[in-house]
């Protein structure tokens, strides 16, 4: 089944909901989406240990024409500890 959501946190909601109904899933988003969800990981996700699957497609390398977009990539490579190539865009 999919289910589409306006907002990453949103998305977030309803995977706790399908977890507590019995279901697993994934949260797919961009990297831009990625700072939405502070606020439902820390409140929601964590504390009651929901298995969460979150994918997080990259914008902002190479060649990207939105400056935005590069820093929001670089910044979330970083707190995701990830040693990706947009990490290294100065």
Do not use: K, W
């Not at 959501?5 to 507590?20: C, F, K, P, S």
């Not at 831009?32 to 439902?40: D, P, R, Y």
């Not at 820390?42 to 024409?65: C, D, K, M, N, W």
Request: overall charge negative; some cysteine; charged content about 15%.
């Amino acid at each position: 089944m999919s289910v589409n959501a306006t907002r990453e946190d949103e998305a977030l909601g309803t995977l706790a909901g399908a977890y507590m109904g019995g279901l697993r899933g994934v949260v797919m988003m961009q990297t831009s989406g990625f700072a939405l969800i502070a606020n439902a990981l820390a409140s929601l996700i964590v504390p009651y240990q929901i298995p969460a699957i979150i994918v997080v497609s990259e914008r902002g390398t190479l060649g990207e024409f939105n400056i935005g977009q590069v820093t929001v990539a670089r910044d979330a490579a970083a707190d995701a500890g990830c040693a990706s190539p947009s990490s290294t865009i100065r």
